[in-house]
């Protein structure tokens, strides 16, 4: 079975740009969760989608959205770019909420 | 979710266990321990999870103290593939709210000829 999906794998973009960045989770899994993973704040939870509706969500601005799409495939987006949204962004996705997630390779962002 | 305690860094050689701790103290009865590991800038790995009996499977063995305030994640036989940075969290597995996992700063293990 193959595993969680990110694409892109590489993104360069400039400040005051938006991102826009994709996730195809395990066949059959319905749940995606957001991470984002930076040197100095480590590994953090943005935001959880089940069902096509976001269950949870981190602490990050609203400039920070996602959604998921009926065949559970999610994407996040990231508006107005600074240079301290320069960070691995990482989807796990897991057959229901509660279950065990498993992540994909990430998404590198970086903002110049 | 429970907050966990690890040392940041440990070596191990190569062919003996590694065996990593993690303290939960504060653990809560449905709160389950997980371990995921990440080698350099890739996706964290999931390892092993358990709630309060031993368990173990073909990466690893997971075994969880009878008070259920510590753990303790073993490889059995340590490669150089298993240098990587080691994650434990606690994590509630049995309501619809809180389910994101938390992440430390992990234990990162160096395994050495």
């Known amino acids: 079975k193959a595993g969680v999906t990110q694409t892109p794998r590489y993104l360069i973009k400039t400040r005051g740009q938006q991102v826009t960045l994709s996730c195809s989770p395990i066949?059959?899994?319905?749940?995606v969760s957001w991470y984002q993973q930076t040197p100095g704040q480590g590994l953090q939870f943005l935001f959880e989608?089940?069902?096509?509706?976001?269950?949870n969500k981190g602490n990050f601005p609203g400039r920070f959205s996602g959604r998921q799409f009926s065949n559970s495939r999610s994407e996040m987006n990231v508006s107005t770019l600074e240079l301290g949204d320069s960070a691995l962004y990482l989807c796990?996705?897991?057959?229901?909420?509660?279950?065990?997630?498993?992540f994909g390779p990430g998404t590198r962002l970086t903002v110049l | 979710d429970a907050k966990t305690t690890q040392p940041p860094s440990m070596d191990c050689a190569e062919g003996r266990a590694a065996n990593l701790p993690c303290n939960h103290s504060?653990?809560?009865?449905?709160?389950?321990v997980y371990w995921y590991r990440q080698i350099h800038s890739q996706g964290p790995q999931y390892i092993i999870h358990?709630?309060?009996n031993n368990e173990t499977n073909e990466m690893a063995s997971l075994i969880i103290t009878e008070d259920r305030k510590s753990s303790t994640l073993i490889l059995p036989h340590a490669t150089l593939r298993d240098t990587a940075v080691y994650y434990c969290?606690?994590?509630?597995?049995?309501?619809?709210?809180?389910?994101?996992?938390?992440f430390g700063t992990g234990t990162r293990l160096q395994v050495t000829l």
């Open positions: 796990a996705s897991s057959l229901f909420p509660t279950d065990t997630q498993y």
């Open positions: 989608y089940f069902s096509e509706t976001q269950r």
């Open positions: 066949s059959g899994h319905r749940s």
């Open positions: 969290i606690v994590r509630v597995a049995s309501t619809g709210t809180a389910s994101k996992l938390t």
């Open positions: 504060t653990i809560s009865g449905n709160e389950y």
């Open positions: 358990g709630l309060k």
